[in-house]
């Protein structure tokens, strides 16, 4: 029996342009940790994007074995939480920046970064939220701990038709809240539309203003964009509304007034999934298992990529054309 598995390591990054090789490696490669696992599925998210592109510097190491998400099966744990056979799931916390990453056949990790998967969820669906998931989740508790109440107003979700962006929109509808789509993508407007938005606007039609207090339209929003769809946000989110800060797809700038702060009782709320505490973990994907159940996962899911399509799946998702969110299918390459 062949020992080995594929894996896309990433011998350093150059500015764009990508320094991707496909190898075979075995288990005296993987990095030292408490529990193994066969990978059945990863995902590709922006962040794998820009390093696998070399667009932006996010791995902390080289060379590394690329993917912040993996799935499957325990083959091996030296701690007692975990045995062989059990299905697991890990995202961010350093796998894929400096620890060897889900885009391989196997992964062995410290046994903190493991999560049971939910009862009722197989590891396809987990990587159809992977780290996008997660993240819709840590947005939704956010937005409770600062009660963002749907009464409140509607909700602008940015960057509507990418994997954060779709998720969320799904994800808050099934909560009660309204939520209006923002997309460069109008012709994608039916489909969020039947995700749960009550109405779709195009990016390239915004009329933003200027003034440091625009008229509210918005009782809170989850930006993906930052730069100066985020600023227009500030300046047209309602009294005591929350933003909550996700991404950087439209740029890091960030050009603001203390007016919508101090007049309007607005809060900026980040979050960050890759370094989401550990012992938090466990009971969000429980929550995305049950009441949280994240609702039109087939329909979110654009695409199913082999490790040797992901470099293209990249300047595609860098470029904004990819939509929802692309499975990476680990069976497939054996
Ligand atoms: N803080 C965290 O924990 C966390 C977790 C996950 C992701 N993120 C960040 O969130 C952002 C989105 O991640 P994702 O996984 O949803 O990525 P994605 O699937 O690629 O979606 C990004 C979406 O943003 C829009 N977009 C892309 N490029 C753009 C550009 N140049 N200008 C304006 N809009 C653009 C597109 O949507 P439309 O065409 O519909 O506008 C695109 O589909 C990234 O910056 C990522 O690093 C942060």
């Given at each position: 029996?062949?020992?080995?598995?594929?894996?896309l390591?990433?011998?350093?990054?150059?500015?764009?342009?990508?320094?991707?090789?496909f190898?075979?490696m075995?288990?005296?490669?993987?990095?030292p940790g408490d529990v193994?696992?066969?990978?059945?599925?990863?995902?590709?998210?922006?962040?794998?994007?820009?390093g696998?592109?070399?667009?932006?510097?996010?791995l902390?190491r080289?060379?590394?074995?690329?993917?912040i998400?993996?799935?499957?099966?325990?083959?091996?744990?030296?701690?007692t939480r975990?045995?062989p056979?059990?299905?697991v799931?890990?995202?961010?916390?350093g796998?894929?920046?400096?620890?060897?990453?889900?885009f391989?056949?196997r992964?062995?990790?410290?046994a903190?970064w493991?999560?049971?998967?939910p009862?009722?969820?197989?590891?396809?669906?987990?990587?159809?939220?992977?780290t996008?998931?997660?993240?819709?989740?840590?947005?939704?508790?956010?937005?409770?701990?600062?009660?963002?109440?749907?009464?409140?107003?509607?909700?602008?979700?940015?960057?509507?038709?990418?994997g954060v962006?779709?998720?969320?929109?799904s994800?808050?509808?099934?909560?009660?809240?309204?939520?209006?789509?923002?997309?460069?993508?109008?012709?994608?407007?039916?489909?969020?539309?039947?995700?749960?938005?009550?109405?779709?606007?195009?990016?390239h039609?915004?009329?933003m203003?200027?003034r440091?207090?625009?008229?509210a339209?918005?009782?809170?929003?989850?930006?993906?964009l930052?730069?100066?769809?985020?600023?227009w946000?500030?300046r047209?989110?309602?009294?005591?509304?929350n933003?909550?800060?996700?991404?950087?797809?439209?740029g890091?700038?960030l050009r603001t007034t203390?007016?919508?702060?101090?007049?309007?009782?607005?809060?900026?709320?980040?979050?960050?999934?890759?370094?989401?505490?550990?012992?938090?973990?466990?009971?969000l994907?429980?929550?995305?298992?049950?009441?949280?159940?994240?609702?039109?996962?087939?329909?979110?899911?654009s695409e199913?990529?082999?490790?040797?399509q992901?470099?293209?799946?990249?300047r595609?998702?860098?470029?904004?054309r990819?939509?929802g969110?692309i499975?990476?299918n680990?069976?497939?390459?054996t």
């Open positions: 029996m062949d020992a080995t598995f594929p894996a390591l990433i011998r350093d990054q150059v500015q764009g342009s990508e320094r991707v090789d190898i075979r075995d288990e005296a490669d993987l990095m193994e696992v066969a990978v059945h599925y990863s995902s590709l998210n922006y962040k794998d994007a820009l696998i592109t070399g667009s932006g510097r996010v902390r080289s060379p590394i074995v690329g993917g998400d993996a799935a499957g099966e325990v083959i091996a744990s030296s701690d975990f045995k056979g059990d299905p799931l890990v995202t961010g916390a796998l894929g920046e400096y620890h060897h990453g889900g391989a056949g992964i062995r990790v410290p903190d493991v999560v049971p998967l009862a009722g969820m197989d590891c396809r669906q987990a990587m159809i939220l992977g996008a998931g997660l993240t819709t989740a840590l947005i939704l508790k956010r937005f409770q701990e600062n009660q963002q109440l749907p009464e409140m107003g509607p909700i602008l979700v940015t960057g509507a038709s990418g962006g779709a998720l969320t929109i994800l808050l509808a099934a909560q009660g809240y309204e939520v209006v789509g923002l997309t460069g993508k109008p012709e994608m407007a039916p489909w969020l539309r039947s995700l749960g938005a009550s109405e779709v606007l195009d990016r039609g915004l009329s203003g200027f440091p207090l625009e008229t339209r918005w009782g809170g929003a989850v930006d993906v930052g730069g100066e769809v985020l600023g946000l500030a047209t989110v309602d009294d005591w509304g933003i909550v800060v996700v991404g950087l797809a439209g890091a700038d203390v007016m919508p702060f101090i007049l309007r009782g607005v809060s900026l709320l980040g979050v960050t999934s890759a370094n989401c505490p550990l012992p938090m973990r466990g009971p994907w429980e929550r995305l298992g049950s009441d949280w159940a994240i609702p039109h996962l087939d329909s979110i899911l199913e990529a082999t490790l040797s992901l470099p293209e799946f990249s595609r998702m860098l470029a904004g990819t939509w969110r499975l990476v680990l069976r497939a390459d």
